[in-house]
């Protein structure tokens, strides 16, 4: 398959875009993590925590359009003890833990993007809200998440304690009760 000039100048040009991007993203995510290595890595967690401050425009992408229509019909805000959520999601508070440590931010054993990580870091630093996780709870009480676990592994990082989550409102009891 051939490509003509135009493709390959757009692909260059892309391309070329894209290195920049990853170059500049790098340098942000290597200036946190010395931050962090020095412990100097202040940052405030601020959340969006009234449903009419919402912005769902990010969920098109990371969700089908039923579950945002679910979402939207079906779930609120709620603020909740963040490690109870982690335990029951978990299973248990050693695996809370160690998914979601208090005591390491990067950690490649865990799996979490780094550079989604960085992300949240300028976003907050940017003075932004961030969304609550969106989780859920099913029939044997197991914490389903949906969305946001590395804001949650921030937030738990970071020290908070009660953080807003998206919940469906039929579980509001039950989760109430975690």
């Known amino acids: 398959m051939d490509f003509s000039e135009e493709e390959l100048k757009a692909f260059r040009l892309k391309l070329e875009s894209d290195r920049k991007e990853n170059a500049m993203w790098n340098e942000k995510e290597n200036e946190y993590k010395k931050l962090y290595d020095q412990g100097k890595l202040k940052i405030e967690v601020r959340w ?16 089908a359009e039923d579950f945002l229509e679910d979402l939207l019909e079906n779930f609120t805000v ?21 998914t979601y440590p208090t005591k390491r ?28 996780p969106v989780i859920d709870i099913n029939e044997n009480d197991v914490i389903l998440w949906y969305d946001g676990n ?18 469906r409102k039929s579980n509001i009891d039950r989760l109430t009760n975690l």
């Open 150 to 167: 590395h804001r949650a592994a921030l937030a738990r990082y970071l020290g908070c304690v009660n953080i807003p989550f998206l919940v």
């Open 78 to 98: 709620m603020k909740l003890d963040l490690n109870k959520v982690l335990v029951k999601h978990c299973g248990n508070q050693k695996e809370a833990n160690k």
């Open 105 to 132: 931010l990067w950690d490649s054993d865990i799996g979490r993007s780094d550079r989604k990580m960085t992300k949240i870091l300028e976003f907050l630093k940017n003075g932004q809200t961030l969304s609550p």
């Open 48 to 63: 969006k925590d009234n449903w009419s401050d919402l912005d769902f425009k990010y969920l098109e992408t990371a969700f």
